[in-house]
């Protein structure tokens, strides 16, 4: 399995990328849409994991966009963030994630076993 990180949030990253690393899950790691979307286009990628504040782009806009492509229709998607509110998360529903996780409200290995429960879904 590979996933797509797009998250700025550098300590984040680590600690993802060496759970996912433990279990031999292959990550790659960008902070912003145009590398994220680079690895879309070169690598397969199962899941994208996606923070919806970005540097450089609303990453729910990103999101929408990406649904909106057939290629991409079907990738799972998982947004991290800090923002909980209940208006928040069912805008990241709406635009097309699998499920929304708070950052503060999850660890490690939930964020992982989500991914794998999101992946096996869409793969059915």
Do not use: C, R, W
Not at 17 to 37: N, T
């Amino acid at each position: 399995m590979s996933i797509l990180l797009l998250e700025d949030d550098i300590f984040l990253v680590e600690l993802l990328e060496k759970k996912f690393f433990q279990l031999g899950i292959k990550s790659f790691a960008v902070a912003d849409v145009s590398d994220a979307l680079e690895i879309l286009e070169k690598e397969k990628i199962d899941a994208l994991l996606l923070d919806i504040i970005l540097p450089d782009a609303d990453g729910l806009e990103f999101l929408k966009n990406l649904k909106q492509n057939l290629k991409f229709k079907n990738l799972p998607v998982i947004i991290i963030s800090n923002l909980g509110q209940k208006e928040e998360v069912q805008k990241g529903l709406e635009a097309g994630a699998d499920f929304y996780l708070v950052k503060a409200n999850v660890t490690t290995d939930e964020i992982a076993s989500i991914l794998k429960k999101a992946v096996k879904k869409h793969n059915q």
